[in-house]
């Protein structure tokens, strides 16, 4: 049984987000590997409206490059829109228009907060009412950032990433994002990993099977402090995305003598996320960093998960 949202169209927002620690773990049997991740919620936001209809379709905008998004059936919107419809029996559809801020296959999150937009503009529209627990569930099947996209704020994710804690986290933290014309695949970047310990294995400590965050990281946020947050940023993927994309090395090494208290690649890359100590701080590395004619968007975090803006 359902109750129809009272408008015909449904505003859902949710954050993409930064990994300010990845801890990769070794490569299981089943191909894939457990992480351990501190997420933060930052506030470049994917907008997703919800209308009804009889059947699944997707339209795409924004202010990001948006050839490398899908508008068929591979879309993740249309994919947890049809994974809601399945789980909760209803038998409608949707039409979604996805408004992007996030960079696409930037490693910050932005198919993942689409999903997430989508699970709640859906359950709204359809008045379906699902628990938060189930949602969650449902948003796991999508994917490992899916979870946090609905929970937001800063959160500790285990196993494939999904399995989240709450961590405490004091202030706002301020970041400048350079944006790549490129894309990165996840899937490629932690092969390049998987191969770098394979021809390294003489050199380096094997990697646990299962890994965690570092207390010192947990600390940092607890103190809302950005210079002790800037001494344990941390990212696996980092070394292997810079094998696969040389010129990121050049963006960081930018960035760091232009005022950042460091640098990070995001995720899988390739958005290069520079910490720094306040909003002038922000201000001026972007200039910096303009001036080199890169594309700079700054951010701050944490912020909300997904919400329901009108309906």
């Known amino acids: ?23 990769v773990g070794a490569l299981l049997d089943d191909g894939y590997h ?22 699944f379709s997707v339209r795409v905008g924004g202010t990001v490059e ?22 909760t029996g209803y038998r409608g559809g949707v039409r979604l228009h996805i408004d992007k801020h996030v960079p696409v296959t930037g490693g910050m999150g ?38 946090f996209a609905l929970t937001g704020g800063t959160a500790i994710g285990t196993g494939r990433g999904d399995q989240l ?21 996840t899937p490629a970047v932690y092969n390049e990993l998987d191969m770098h310990r394979d021809r390294h294995a003489q ?25 002790m947050l800037a001494e344990t940023l941390y990212n696996d993927l980092q070394a292997p995305a810079l094998h696969l994309q040389p010129s990121l090395s050049a963006v960081l090494e930018l960035g760091e003598n ?12 390739p958005t290069v996320a520079f910490l720094v100590a306040d909003h002038d701080g922000a201000l001026e590395l972007q200039t910096a960093l303009e001036a080199a004619e890169l594309t700079v968007v700054r951010a701050s975090g944490p912020v909300h998960g997904a919400r329901i803006l009108s309906a």
Not at 34 to 55: F, G, K, N, P
Not at 110 to 137: H, I, N, V, Y
């Open 110 to 147: 932005g198919g993942s907060a689409d999903a997430a937009a989508t699970l709640l503009a859906c359950d709204t529209l359809w008045g379906t009412q699902l628990p938060r627990e189930q949602m969650l569930a449902l948003a796991g099947q999508l994917g490992s950032d899916v979870p």
């Open 203 to 227: 050199d380096i400590f094997p990697a646990t099977t299962t890994p965690s965050v570092d207390a010192n990281v947990l600390q940092a946020l607890r103190a809302g402090d950005p210079l």
């Open 1 to 23: 049984m359902t109750t129809p949202a009272v408008s015909t169209v449904v505003h859902a927002r949710a954050p993409g987000k930064i990994n300010v620690f990845l801890k």
């Open 165 to 185: 804690s709450p961590a405490l986290a004091k202030g706002q933290f301020h970041w400048v994002l350079a944006l790549a014309e490129f894309g990165l695949s």
């Open 66 to 87: 948006l050839s490398r998004v899908p508008t068929d059936g591979s879309n993740i919107a249309i994919k947890a829109a049809r994974l809601l419809a399945r789980a």
């Open 258 to 269: 232009n005022g950042a208290l460091a640098g990070i690649v995001s995720g899988s890359g």
């Open 34 to 55: 457990d992480v351990a991740i501190a997420y933060q919620a930052v506030s470049l936001y994917e907008d997703v409206r919800a209308t009804a209809a009889d059947d």
